[in-house]
């Protein structure tokens, strides 16, 4: 069974940083493209950034551009968001997801981890 399993949401000051880790469970995923999205009280689901299977090149909405970094660590079958820089306007509950292999459907997804960031 797969499961992605997020962590290292919480609390911070704007300005500040956090790193949030989605370790993946049930196969492996270096032939699927690995996201993050976030989702803020009253709006939709909106995409943040992806690590491509391919070449691991990122992909990166532009209001996260520049302070956001996509990793992944194919030994540990984990991804990671780091967050710098960090706005009000980023809080929100964050989602780690996965393509199927060699795919672009998202088919696989974390239960969320809170991200608040104060003024």
């Known amino acids: 069974q797969v499961q992605l399993v997020e962590s290292g949401g919480g609390f911070v000051q704007a300005g500040g940083s956090l790193r949030l880790s989605c370790a993946a469970s049930?196969?492996?995923?270096?032939?699927?493209?690995m996201g993050w999205f976030r989702q803020a009280p009253g709006k939709e689901r909106e995409f943040v950034g992806r690590?491509?299977?391919?070449?691991?090149?990122?992909d990166y909405v532009d209001s996260v551009k520049g302070r956001f970094t996509i990793s992944r660590d194919n030994a540990k079958n984990t991804v990671y968001l780091q967050m710098n820089s960090l706005k009000p306007e980023d809080t929100a509950v964050y989602y780690c997801?996965?393509?199927?292999?060699?795919?672009?459907?998202?088919?696989?997804w974390g239960q969320g981890t809170q991200v608040t960031v104060s003024s």
């Open positions: 997801a996965a393509t199927e292999p060699y795919s672009n459907r998202w088919a696989y």
């Open positions: 049930g196969r492996t995923f270096t032939t699927s493209a």
């Open positions: 690590l491509r299977w391919s070449g691991d090149s990122t």
